[in-house]
């Protein structure tokens, strides 16, 4: 008969790559790992871990991810009953975006804590393609991407927008522009994002908008890589207003392009299961955090006029 402590040791085969190393990670020894992955393939009929090659088959990936939704739904039903009353109790598991990360998540976690103790979190720092995937899959409890997202299955909640800049150092031909335009940079090698990034997605379409092309000197997949290329001399790089830090010094020069839409960021989560309680605190903490403090960081804007046609809470903004 299958059960959990199997489901537990598959998934940390899975998260740790090996029999040995999994044994470790569940304090225990190895020949129990390898027994209850034998006793749960038996139970199964199937082949779960690839003993020669090392890793799961195919049949063992399917089986894991079902794996971690029902350890993560006992994990709620726990969370559930140790928060009822007025005290919240429990894990919540967050992915969000790196730039975003960097000035929210000390107010955050500081504003969590001495309102909800009782509440363990989990950050996953990803990009808006890595997250939303893992949303789905019930890896994670909400995400905190760029917008618009497309699946159909979530609920949105925009949180703030950021001006998109130009970022150049100081030494750059443009360095001494307050502003420029998508047609001026049509004709300069620019650092951008990867094609089907939802940032380079957003820059792709304004360049479109005005009959233009932009020349990627180079793609690179990591926003606040493309901002520390541009501090250290390498080029000139669109990026979002967060990935420069407000506290940063140094020879950077921030031009604005009016051309480029703002960048909207928001809190998704699955419309079934519902979060539990220490997600729901979580997010509650969130927009008093935003609220406060968005508006302190350059290029960053909250409330109602920060979004285009007053579209917040919508699924699609």
């Known amino acids: 008969m299958m059960d959990l402590r199997q489901l537990t040791t598959l998934v940390a085969v899975a998260d740790h790559g ?7 990670a569940l304090f225990t ?36 991810e079902r794996a971690r939704r029902v350890l993560y739904e006992i994990d709620d039903i726990s969370a559930d009953m140790a928060s009822r ?13 790196g730039t975003t990360a960097r000035w929210l998540l000390p107010g ?31 890896q994670l409890d909400a995400v905190i991407v760029q917008l618009p997202v497309d699946e159909p299955d979530v609920t949105v909640e925009p949180l703030f927008a950021e001006d998109l800049v130009l970022l150049v150092p100081a030494h750059h ?3 001494g522009c307050a502003s420029i335009t998508l047609g001026e940079l049509a004709a300069e090698p620019l650092m951008l994002p990867p094609r089907g990034a939802a940032l380079r997605r957003a820059i792709d379409r304004a360049a479109a908008n005005i009959g233009v092309d932009l020349n990627a000197q180079v793609e690179i997949d990591g926003v606040r890589l493309l901002a520390s290329l541009a501090f250290d001399g ?23 392009v009016p051309d480029l839409p703002r960048r909207v960021v928001g809190w998704v989560q699955r419309r079934r299961p519902t979060p539990g309680p220490p997600t729901r605190a979580l997010l509650a903490v969130l927009r008093e955090v935003v609220a406060a403090h ?17 579209r917040q809470g919508t699924s699609q903004p």
């Open 18 to 24: 090996s029999f040995s190393a999994a044994a470790r």
């Open 29 to 64: 020894v190895q020949s129990n790992v390898s027994g209850h992955i034998a006793r749960l393939e038996k139970e199964l009929g199937v082949t779960l871990v690839d003993r020669q090659r090392g890793g799961l088959t195919d049949d063992g990936l399917a089986v894991v």
């Open 85 to 97: 009353g007025h005290e919240v109790r429990g894990d919540t598991r967050f992915g969000v975006i």
């Open 108 to 138: 955050l976690l500081t504003e969590l804590g001495r309102q909800h103790a009782g509440v363990h979190v989990t950050v996953n720092e990803g990009n808006t393609t890595g997250l939303l995937p893992r949303l789905v899959a019930q």
């Open 173 to 175: 031909h443009l360095a």
């Open 234 to 256: 390498y080029g000139a790089a669109i990026v979002p207003a967060t990935s420069i830090p407000r506290w940063l010094t140094g020879d950077f020069k921030r031009i604005a």
């Open 294 to 310: 968005g508006s302190q960081q350059p290029g960053v804007y909250v409330g109602a006029d920060a979004f285009p046609l007053g």
